[in-house]
């Protein structure tokens, strides 16, 4: 079946570590995007990749980083520059960048203790 | 600046009574909107779309919208609430020529249905 994967599910981590958090796609799409959501707030866009060996800065790109060394990965990592990186991370992909549906895969749940 | 509004950060409804959650939107030129839905802990979920044509739009679970141009709105509808709908639901707007970062999303409703 075609989706998206993320892993793991929940992670926890110490404060001032880094982690990379899995995003892997079998859509054959090109774009892939990483959302950040936090209670009341909705989803904030944190990087997005229109193409391979391509990405950019969303609002809250501050504190991460990203690859997109392959069309079907787009890896995040989540710094110790980061001041409050407890979160839910939700990654998505869509055929191509702009106004196409975004198919969003089950996300995970970061515990910074 | 495109922009989406979801009226009520909660609403609750009584389980067989009408749904009704709102979303505004503000764009200059044509737009396309979508609902998602999201259960605790799960990623978004895909309720329906308007993108082009007709202006009432069913999608799954017993869900519609409507677009209204002249109100700006694209309100979700559903008859009859059911426990299992009790959810996060976010209205999100791209357009026509949209930048490369894809669709802008409102704060989200939660759905609350009581028994």
């Known amino acids: 079946d075609g989706g998206i994967t993320q892993s793991p599910k929940y992670l926890f981590r110490k404060e001032g570590q880094n982690v990379t958090l899995s995003c892997e796609q079998n859509l054959n799409h090109d774009a892939m995007y990483w959302y950040r959501q936090d209670p009341g707030q909705g989803l904030r866009l944190i990087y997005y990749?229109?193409?391979?060996?391509?990405?950019q800065k969303g609002d809250i790109a501050e504190g991460y980083s990203v690859s997109r060394e392959k069309k079907e990965s787009f890896p995040l990592t989540v710094t110790s520059a980061q001041k409050n990186p407890t979160a839910f991370y939700l990654c998505?992909?869509?055929?191509?960048?702009?106004?196409?549906?975004?198919?969003f895969g089950p996300g995970t749940r970061l515990t910074v203790l | 600046a495109q922009s989406v509004t979801q009226l009520g950060s909660h609403v609750s409804v009584s389980e067989g009574a009408l749904v009704l959650l709102r979303c505004n939107y503000s764009?200059?030129?044509?737009?396309?909107l979508f609902w998602y839905v999201q259960y605790p802990n799960q990623g978004l979920q895909l309720l329906l779309k308007?993108?082009?044509?007709?202006?009432l739009v069913k999608g799954i679970n017993g869900f519609e919208a409507e677009f209204k141009k002249s109100e700006t709105s694209f309100h979700l509808t559903k008859p009859s609430a059911h426990m299992s709908d009790a959810a996060e639901y976010f209205c999100a707007v791209s357009w026509v020529g949209g930048g490369a970062d894809g669709l802008t999303f409102g704060k989200g409703t939660h759905l609350i249905i009581q028994p």
């Open positions: 990749s229109q193409i391979v060996n391509d990405f």
């Open positions: 308007y993108t082009t044509g007709a202006t």
């Open positions: 764009s200059s030129v044509p737009p396309y």
């Open positions: 998505a992909s869509s055929v191509t960048s702009g106004n196409n549906e975004q198919f």
